[in-house]
T-cell receptor, first 115, second 112 residues
Framework: ETGVTQSPTHLIKTRGQQVTLRCSSQSGHNTVSWYQQALGQGPQFIFQYYREEENGRGNFPPRFSGLQFPNYSSELNVNALELDDSALYLC??????????????FGSGTQLSVL | SQQGEEDPQALSIQEGENATMNCSYKTSINNLQWYRQNSGRGLVHLILIRSNEREKHSGRLRVTLDTSKKSSSLLITASRAADTASYFCATGDVPGAQKLVFGQGTRLTINP
């Protein structure tokens, strides 16, 4: 068990709606990233936050946005939901974005279903 | 897009046997990591190997890395029923970055 917690565990939304997923990093970790994992696929990197700033982004449209708070917890927001957004959303944290901290600690994920 | 390809996609062996999974990737890397995922939930980090390393061990796990062939293998010795899970390789190209590119995974089943 890592110390990364995500909420909610499951969520059902309708196409066009907006959703906010939450993540609490492991204690002492100031870097967080979000991944999307479609069924039967490996996770895909959405973006990374380090000290409240986005400092890396994958190939996802702007309707995927995030925030990192002073306590290093994080949110993932997705606007205008599409059916293809149905996936497991994983949050991961690490002690920092400095070299030597590449090992990620993942939460259990939020399963999002878009109907 | 997926960086790596894992082989095989699924593997079923008897308890006590060894399991070998392979991963290939396309671009230069700083590190390669292996993760385990049970029942589609969170990923658990198993081992990290850097681009200047060739082999690493951790308990029953042995990882090799061949940067000339852009490939890695994960060996699990003396498998147990609890090893049943999906295993993913992931590559990172920037030191310290959390951006990893994952393969599609190998589904490992250990039969009692």
């Amino acid at each position: 068990e890592t110390g990364v917690t995500q909420s909610p565990t499951h969520l059902i939304k309708t196409r066009g709606q907006q959703v906010t997923l939450r993540c609490s990093s492991q204690s002492g970790h100031n870097t967080v990233s979000w991944y999307q994992q479609a069924l039967g696929q490996g996770p895909q990197f959405i973006f990374q936050y380090y000290r409240e700033e986005e400092n890396g982004r994958g190939n996802f449209p702007p309707r995927f946005s995030g925030l990192q708070f002073p306590n290093y917890s994080s949110e993932l927001n997705v606007n205008a939901l599409e059916l293809d957004d149905s996936a497991l959303y994983l949050c991961a944290s690490s002690p920092s974005a400095e070299p030597g901290n590449e090992k990620l600690f993942f939460g259990s994920g939020t399963q999002l279903s878009v109907l | 897009s997926q960086q790596g390809e894992e082989d095989p996609q699924a593997l079923s062996i008897q308890e006590g046997e060894n399991a070998t999974m392979n991963c290939s990737y396309k671009t230069s890397i700083n590190n390669l990591q292996w993760y385990r995922q049970n029942s589609g939930r969170g990923l658990v980090h198993l081992i990290l190997i850097r681009s200047n390393e060739r082999e690493k061990h951790s308990g029953r796990l042995r990882v090799t890395l061949d940067t000339s062939k852009k490939s890695s293998s994960l060996l699990i010795t003396a498998s147990r029923a609890a090893d049943t899970a999906s295993y993913f390789c992931a590559t990172g190209d920037v030191p310290g970055a959390q951006k990893l590119v994952f393969g599609q995974g190998t589904r490992l089943t250990i039969n009692p």
